[in-house]
């Protein structure tokens, strides 16, 4: 097995591992200021036979932004990598805003998608209100001024006191800045409650215990409103619970894949 490492396609760069005969590809979504490598813990402890794709969302990584992004537009970009690899079964794994794109491709590619995994996410996230504040200092200040807020939402406390949580500080300052507002007027304009019915996949909704981006009771509610979901807290974990609790987020895959 091989990863063709930081392929581009359309402005877009991404991962890619073929899947065995008869094993499930994973396709995976990441959140706001972060990368692909937010699911290296994760891939790390999948069987070597599963296919994985995952990619660097516009604005992030090394993706080129665009002068207009919705969540739409990301998820046309995640088409066009499903087309171009001829994928035509899939899981699909959304974190966060990673989560809004993967709602969209339930519906769009429903006959495609056997199983969706939503983690730390919503139908709809915050309000205008937060996310133009958010948008307006972003672009005035940079990131580097907010980014204290937004790691201790991102993670439980305990783990903001080890040393690994200097890498994901890292990772969220080298966003950069427009590309990281873009993402978020995409999220303040996304409002896909009315949709939840209409997505039909087995549905593994999982939530930090300690996340308070998309409060665990936020997350509770979208699976509740989803026809086929089971929902799991991960606790000692906040935002990014494939970051702090890997082994527990793979464990809740495994069952939702056996099923």
Known sequence: MTYEMFTA???????????????????FANSLG????????????????????????RGHGLSTACEEMSIETLAD??????????????????????????????LRRDTAMSHLVLADTAAKIGTPEMWNQRINTVRSEGISSIKTAILSRW????Y???????????????????GYAQV?????????????????QPTLVIVGAEDSSTP???????????PSSVFHKINHAGHLPCVEQPAAFVDLLHQHLAT
């Open 184 to 200: 978020c007027v995409a999220i303040r304009d996304a409002d896909y409650r009315a949709d939840l019915g209409q997505i039909t």
């Open 160 to 178: 903001q006191k080890t040393q690994d949580f200097t890498m994901w500080e890292a990772m969220l300052e080298r966003t950069p800045d427009e």
């Open 34 to 57: 972060t990368d692909l490598r937010v699911w290296d813990r994760v891939i790390n402890q999948l069987p070597e036979q599963w296919g994985i794709l995952r990619h660097d969302k």
């Open 9 to 27: 396609l359309d402005g877009v760069y991404h991962s890619y591992r073929r899947a065995s005969e008869n094993a499930p590809t994973l396709v």
């Open 155 to 158: 993670f439980a406390p305990t």
């Open 216 to 226: 665990p009771e936020l997350v509770e509610e979208m699976a509740h409103n989803l």
């Open 77 to 106: 970009d995640v088409e066009v990598l499903l087309d171009h690899y001829g994928i035509s079964s899939f899981v699909g794994i959304g974190l966060s805003v990673g989560g809004l794109i993967m709602q969209r491709l339930a």
